[in-house]
């Protein structure tokens, strides 16, 4: 199973930029589908942006034009480049990673393999 670090949070001030980090280990990053989600306080999991083992990209509406997800299998690491943060992009960033998209797409923990996160706070 593959292990996820994440990285690259922090306080920033709406129009700022941030890019988050997800260091892979214990398996292949490359036989992996990988996402980003995150949670606001008292919300559910939103998926931010998917990036398959193609190099396929898809992002929700709310970030589309703004974030931009990547992936470099040499270096076992995933990124979420942010620009133009709001206040509603607060929110704790996971990292995520399943073989089947199926699983990748349920966005909650014990489907796939997911991160502790990382804390990303644009304040209003």
Not at 11 to 35: F, I, K, T, W
Not at 90 to 106: E, K, M, S
Request: glycine share 14%; net charge neutral.
């Amino acid at each position: 199973q593959i292990h996820l670090v994440e990285s690259g949070g922090g306080l920033v001030q709406p129009g700022e930029s941030l890019r988050l980090s997800c260091l892979a280990s214990g398996d292949n990053l490359s036989r992996y589908h990988m996402a980003w989600y995150r949670q606001a306080p008292g919300n559910q999991h939103e998926m931010v942006g998917t990036v398959f083992t193609g190099g396929t990209t898809t992002y929700s509406d709310s970030v589309k034009g703004r974030f931009t997800i990547s992936r470099d299998d040499d270096q076992k690491s995933v990124y979420l480049q942010m620009n133009s943060l709001k206040p509603e992009d607060t929110g704790d960033y996971f990292c995520v990673g399943a073989r089947n998209v199926a699983t990748l797409q349920a966005g909650r923990p014990g489907y796939g393999a997911w991160g502790r996160g990382t804390q990303v706070t644009v304040p209003s």
